[in-house]
């Protein structure tokens, strides 16, 4: 199995901050990443795929990169409804893997 | 908009069988892959299964813990995806998630819209 290594755990930041979360992959998985945002109770909720790919309706306050080995998530003004749960996923094999989640909290 | 609902969990023994739903709407569903995924307490998301659509091949893949004791299966006239869980052990506790598959473009597929999952308890 592709293992996905999430970084950090829990991230504590203000409304307005530029946040970012790294998530590594134990062997290339080219760009075949997504990233989830969870909140307790609710779907997971798609916001890149592609690495980069932005889903529609996604507010453009989130953005994606990397490839091969290494990607980050990055929120450029967090907002007061970006407090969640972060996941990335890969999905370069059809069982897909995903990192531990990254909790960001209101500091 | 497409839209996914999962129900069926609840409280079971160990060793005992369940059936999870997944009701799913706004889409052509006889053309949807689908995929189960799971969250036990406290950790983190795994993948549990996949189904594609008959026209894709209407293959079905398990991972590894699930094989041979969970069954996905689906009814398109019903446009409904199943999974039947027998021998259920106490660490199949999670709360259930069924996902709609798209497709990047690439030949490579990821989870679109996820419903908000049904929990299932297994007791010893």
């Known amino acids: 199995d592709i293992q996905m290594t999430q970084s950090p755990s829990t991230l504590s930041a203000s409304v307005g901050d530029r946040v970012t979360i790294t998530c590594r992959a134990s062997?290339?998985?080219?760009?075949?990443l997504a990233w989830y945002q969870h909140k307790p109770g609710k779907a997971p909720k798609l916001l890149i795929y592609k690495a980069s790919s932005l889903r529609s309706g996604v507010p453009s306050r989130f953005g994606g990169s990397g490839s091969g080995t290494e990607f980050t998530l990055t929120i450029s003004s967090l907002q007061p409804d970006d407090f969640a749960t972060y996941y990335c996923q890969q999905y370069k094999s059809y069982s897909w893997t995903f990192g531990q989640g990254t909790k960001v909290e209101i500091k | 908009e497409v839209q996914v609902v999962e129900s069926g969990g609840g409280l079971v023994m160990s060793g005992g069988s369940l059936r999870l739903s997944c009701a799913v709407s706004?889409?052509?569903?006889?053309?949807?892959?689908m995929s189960w995924v799971r969250q036990a307490p406290g950790k983190g998301l795994e993948w549990v299964g996949r189904?594609?659509?008959?026209?894709?091949?209407?293959?079905?893949d398990y991972a590894a813990p699930v094989k041979g004791r969970f069954t996905i299966s689906r009814e398109d006239s019903k446009n409904t995806l199943y999974l039947q869980m027998n021998s259920l052990k106490t660490e199949d506790t999670a709360v259930y998630y069924c996902i709609h598959i798209l497709h990047d473009g690439s030949g490579y597929y990821y989870g679109g819209t996820w419903g908000q999952g049904t929990l299932v308890t297994v007791s010893s």
């Open positions: 706004g889409l052509t569903f006889s053309d949807a892959w």
């Open positions: 062997q290339s998985i080219t760009n075949s």
């Open positions: 189904m594609k659509s008959k026209g894709g091949g209407g293959t079905i």
